[in-house]
């Protein structure tokens, strides 16, 4: 059938596709349909114009396939192409044809197919992204490093989408993950990424509006402006969450074109952000897992208590380094591997059970029932047993049971209780001590005043003066045995409460120990003792320490000694310089006596407070218990120690180390120079080897001649053989021949030409008394080098030189303060009438006044006392506010004259207090006469 060119135009114009037809040989073209006509209409009439003008071109297209026809003129050619002019994707068929008129033309078929390619493209990237949200899911399972693992998601994620950038920002700086990015050009720089502001905005979208995503769709106006600004064109942004917070987000960003987001983008964006927030969630409570169990680690190094996890297979998995510690394990590892062999358990238990056994039974028990408690002896690899008491616990590890046993060495503890058992013994013999302590208190304290109460009736009573005086003698012996027992209690209770202060000064040991003697040898002389004491050539003079302190010490001592010492006895002090410096010696006071003896257990309870060698003790001797105790803290506060040696019915020797600064006090005590002293030879008769041998050491210091005898009859057989004894010091207590026999025969065989010194602990009254053989001079015992060599002096004609005024030197005070008037602030009239009594024989004028205010008023009327003695406690006013209130007074002598505190506190704080108030000295209670003149004269 013979179609024409008209009815073949039809129905290539009826058909959806273009078709042009091309002279093969000249590439005009001859025909195009109407829709070719309609694709090019810009080009006008296309008719006779080259194929290829149509593609802006001036020659033939790279994908002609004209030359292909014209070698196969059978072959059908086709092809897809994208038209650059059309913006369109075609889909071309071509071949060669035979045209109505005859002429063999290229016929080419085009189809536009630009949507079903975009589909197809669409769906395969849609199939790249979810092999990419895939493979990014799966490397989330098996990431090993999260760094890598990042990088390399942002990279595909880039790659995929086609973008320019991909990052990743999180909101809080001080994040561990802070920023990661992709760029097509590399890692980008800080000033490249987005800016802050905008970011926020997003942020803030986000909390604000909780959307799934963001992009720039979404921004207005000035913010796109402000995002091209930034050199970026299209953004889409997904919140990244962690533990349901955001925490930051992942955008995809294009820097010079817009793009519109699929659903498949988003979808590939949520995806990441949703693997790198449970990535960081995993890695969050990983680093959570691996932090509590550091800590867990840290804290059971740290225990003071063993720890050990066992499994449930009871094989070690962990311990702590307290319990490697404790067994002296020195490798973990290796104890872990060889847990059963390795020996930690003695074989045998204390009740007879095999260890390891046990220990088993133990951990099941644990096991079992949750919890299991014991105690076992376990070893160190040294061999020592140690006790542990151990608690097992079952606890879930890492999804399996476990059992984690914390141990304590019971060695500590079971020493303690031991201290313990042993502080609850003495607490009880120390409450026992109290408790008998207070009853001789009571004993103590009531005997001197029953004997003051019942000397005070008698004496009132009787009209007989010599019954009277007996009478205020025990009053005294009285008055002073309470003092001692109260002073006793005060020097307790400042121990006790940490207050015993020393105050050192420079002075004259001779001086402190004749105080100290005359003291204990009023009570030796009761029990007709003999008390002597020698110092040693090498000790010096003076020393610098606690003089009262000391005396007290030496006192306590002495009082003991002759307490416990029988009657006729023998005590003596001897003091000695063991080791010495330029500038310090360390001296050694030794007390000796012949008394009853101590065993050791006595002497273990000897230096306690409230403690008695022996309880029959307070009601044979009497006493307080604390002269001891109190006297080893004086000892130890001033750096020295004390001590005793004793044994049952050998007596007794006390001891004391002190180490002291040498003084600078010299003793004023010398021999005449006026003496031709080489002719002088002295002659001693005593007993005692001691004195004998005390004497010929002070003797030879001072460069006499001396000899000794050690009684009359050895005397007179001496004097026989040896003339010219021109000094005799004579003792009067002697055995056969006492020393007023002796003057009476010597005086008969040589005449009176020997001046003859009776030494004696007695007054020379008692001896004249009993004899009228005349004496021509006394020395008391016991005997000092000072008194010694002042009584030769004196003996020889020469002026005695008198001692210097020292802290013990006595005091008559009469006529001293003569003229003076002192104004006396005290409420209790007996203490007034004491005082004034005290103070009369010196001719001061007292004015009394009775308590604070009379006292500020009386001064204030009449300004000229000279001192004012202010009693502390007083009614109304008392002595620290009215010696204020003088002080105050707009008085030129209120301000300078000297006020003198009163009163029984003598802690160092109430004394500090009467300082503070304005007062310049402190005179303590019971008021001591001598104590009170001399302090008065430092200001009269």
Not at 495 to 513: H, K, N
């Amino acid at each position: 059938m013979h179609v024409t060119t008209e009815q073949l135009i039809t129905v290539l114009n009826n058909i959806g596709a273009q078709f042009i037809v091309v002279d093969p040989e000249t590439n005009i073209i001859i025909y195009a349909n109407d829709k070719v006509q309609e694709s090019y209409k810009d080009f006008g009439n296309l008719l006779g114009i080259k194929c290829h003008s149509i593609y802006s071109i001036n020659c033939r297209c790279d994908h002609c396939p004209m030359p292909r026809l014209l070698e196969n003129p059978h072959e059908t050619i086709e092809w897809e192409s994208f038209n650059p002019v059309l913006n369109r994707w075609l889909k071309n068929s071509s071949s060669l044809v035979q045209w109505p008129d005859g002429r063999t033309v290229h016929m080419q078929q085009c189809m536009d197919i630009t949507d079903i390619k975009t589909m197809s493209q669409d769906l395969a990237k849609r199939l790249e992204q979810q092999e990419l949200m895939s493979e990014i899911s799966q490397g989330f399972i098996s990431y090993e490093n999260w760094e890598t693992f990042i990088t390399s998601a942002l990279r595909k994620a880039g790659e995929c989408l086609s973008v320019d950038r991909v990052t990743i920002t999180a909101i809080n700086e001080d994040s561990d993950f802070h920023h990661h990015n992709w760029s097509t050009n590399g890692k980008m720089s800080s000033d490249q990424l987005l800016d802050a502001r905008l970011k926020m905005q997003m942020f803030q979208i986000w909390v604000d509006s909780k959307l799934p995503y963001f992009s720039d769709q979404m921004l207005s106006e000035p913010a796109l402006f402000a995002m091209r600004a930034h050199g970026l064109y299209a953004i889409l942004a997904l919140p990244i969450f962690l533990d349901n917070t955001l925490w930051g987000a992942l955008s995809f960003e294009m820097k010079s074109t817009r793009r519109e987001w699929t659903k498949s983008d988003i979808a590939l964006g949520q995806t990441i952000t949703n693997v790198i927030g449970s990535m960081m969630e995993r890695t969050h409570i990983q680093q959570k897992i691996h932090e509590a169990e550091e800590r867990t680690k840290v804290m059971m190094d740290l225990a003071p208590m063993t720890c050990i996890m066992f499994n449930e297979q009871f094989q070690p998995v962990s311990c702590n380094k307290e319990f490697l510690r404790l067994f002296g394990i020195p490798d973990k590892e290796i104890y872990f591997r060889d847990f059963h062999s390795h020996v930690i358990l003695p074989q045998k238990q204390p009740d007879g059970q095999d260890s390891m056994p046990k220990m088993a039974a133990i951990f099941n028990e644990a096991l079992i029932k949750g919890r299991a408690t014991a105690e076992l002896d376990f070893l160190h690899s040294d061999g020592t047993i140690i006790p542990v008491d151990f608690k097992m616990i079952r606890i879930n590890w890492r999804g399996e049971d476990h059992v984690i046993s914390f141990g304590k060495d019971l060695r500590e503890l079971r020493a303690k209780m031991a201290e313990l058992v042993i502080a609850k013994e003495k607490a009880e013999e120390s409450a026992k001590a109290k408790s008998s302590f207070l009853a001789n208190m009571s004993h103590e304290i009531r005997t001197p005043l029953n004997a003051i109460i019942g000397m005070t009736e008698l004496a009132r009573s009787s009209n007989d003066m010599e019954r009277v005086k007996y009478c205020l003698g025990r009053l005294d012996d009285a008055s002073n045995h309470l003092i001692g027992v109260i002073n006793d209690i005060l020097d307790m209770s400042k121990i006790d409460a940490g207050r015993l202060e020393l105050a050192p000064l420079d002075f004259l040991l001779e001086d402190m120990l004749r105080r100290v003697s005359n003291v204990a040898n009023f009570r030796a002389e009761q029990k007709q003792q003999e008390l002597i004491i020698c110092i040693g050539s090498s000790v010096p003079s003076s020393i610098v320490a606690d003089p009262q302190r000391l005396a007290q010490v030496l006192t306590n001592l002495l009082s003991n000694a002759v307490k416990f010492t029988p009657e006729s006895g023998k005590i003596c002090l001897t003091i000695s310089n063991i080791e010495e410096t330029e500038d310090e010696c360390t001296l050694l006071f030794e007390v000796q006596d012949s008394g009853i003896g101590m065993s050791k257990e006595q002497q273990a309870l000897l230096f306690q407070p409230f403690q008695q060698a022996d309880g029959s003790i307070s009601r044979r001797f009497g006493g307080t218990g604390l002269g001891l105790a109190i006297s080893k803290n004086i000892v130890e506060a001033m750096g020295g120690e004390i001590g005793v040696e004793s044994a049952l019915g050998q007596g007794a020797r006390f001891f004391v180390y002190l180490r002291v600064p040498r003084g600078k006090c010299v003793h004023q005590s010398r021999l005449s120079k006026s003496i031709n002293w080489k002719n002088i030879r002295i002659l001693v008769v005593d007993d005692a080897p001691e004195v004998r041998e005390y004497f010929e050491s002070i003797m030879s210091n001072i460069g006499l001649s001396c000899k000794v005898a050690s009684s009359g009859h050895e005397a007179l057989r001496l004097l026989e053989r040896e003339r010219g004894f021109y000094l005799m010091f004579i003792d009067w207590m002697m055995p056969e021949m006492d020393g007023i026999e002796l003057k009476k025969r010597i005086a008969e065989l040589y005449g009176d030409n020997a001046v003859v010194i009776m030494m004696s602990s007695v007054e020379p009254d008692q001896i004249k008394k009993t004899t009228d053989v005349a004496i021509d001079y006394f020395i008391n015992k016991p005997l000092f080098p000072s008194s010694i060599i002042d009584s030769i002096n004196e003996c020889l004609g020469e002026t005695s030189r008198a001692h210097p005024d020292n802290l013990f030197l006595q005091i008559s005070g009469e006529g001293m303060f003569e003229g003076k008037h002192i104004l006396l602030a005290e409420d209790i009239k007996i203490n007034q009438e004491i005082l004034v009594a005290f103070l009369e024989p010196t001719g001061a004028v007292l004015t009394c006044a009775g308590n604070g205010q009379e006292a500020i008023d009386i001064f204030t009327k009449d300004p000229s006392f000279d001192l004012v003695i202010m009693d502390i406690h007083m009614p109304e006013v008392d002595g620290y506010q009215a010696t204020k209130a003088i002080r105050a007074l707009p008085i030129e002598k209120a301000q300078t004259i000297p006020i003198v505190a009163m009163t029984a506190n003598v802690f160092r704080e109430y004394i500090e207090r009467c300082m503070a108030s304005g007062m310049n000295d402190h005179i303590s209670k019971p008021v001591d006469k001598a104590e009170m003149i001399t302090k008065i004269r430092r200001y009269l």
